[in-house]
C-alpha cells in the first residue's frame, strides 16, 4: 500500500512558477513509477508528467513539454513537479500517482490533489 499527500499549490501569476511536492509512504520508493495529472472544473483528468523508479525516464504531456520538469528524490521518497511560465490555462487539481515499474499498467495509487491557480 503506497499513501500519497501533494503540497505547493496556491495562487500565482500568468509567468510564474511553483513546484508541486509528493511525499510517499513506504520502503520501495524506487520500484513505483510515479506521475502528474490534473484535472480543470468541467473537463477530463490529464496527464501532466512522469518518471520512471531510477529517474531514467520520464515523458511529458505537450503542454508540459519545455515549462515543466519532473523529478523525484528517492532518498525522500518524494516526487516534484516543477512548472515554470505558467498559463491560465494550467488552472487545475494536480494529483500525482503510482504503479509498479513492472506489472499493470493502471495507475494504482491517488493523491488527493493540490490546488494551482494561475491568474492572468
Known amino acids: 500500500q503506497v499513501q500519497l499527500v501533494e503540497s505547493g499549490g496556491g495562487l500565482v501569476q500568468a509567468g510564474g512558477s511553483l513546484r508541486l511536492s509528493c511525499a510517499a509512504s513506504?520502503?520501495?520508493?524506487?520500484?513505483?513509477?510515479m506521475g502528474w495529472f490534473r484535472q480543470a472544473p468541467g473537463k477530463e483528468r490529464e496527464f501532466v508528467a512522469r518518471?520512471?523508479?531510477?529517474?531514467?525516464?520520464?515523458n511529458y504531456a505537450e503542454s508540459a513539454k519545455g515549462r515543466f520538469t519532473i523529478s523525484r528524490d528517492n532518498a525522500k521518497n518524494t516526487v516534484y513537479l516543477q512548472m515554470n511560465s505558467l498559463k491560465p490555462e494550467d488552472t487545475a487539481v494536480y494529483a500525482c500517482?503510482?504503479?509498479?515499474?513492472?506489472?499493470?499498467?493502471?495507475?494504482?495509487?491517488w493523491g488527493q490533489g493540490t490546488q494551482v491557480t494561475v491568474s492572468s
Open positions: 500517482a503510482a504503479r509498479l515499474e513492472i506489472g499493470p499498467i493502471t495507475w494504482k495509487y
Open positions: 513506504g520502503r520501495t520508493f524506487s520500484s513505483y513509477r
Open positions: 518518471i520512471s523508479g531510477n529517474s531514467g525516464n520520464t
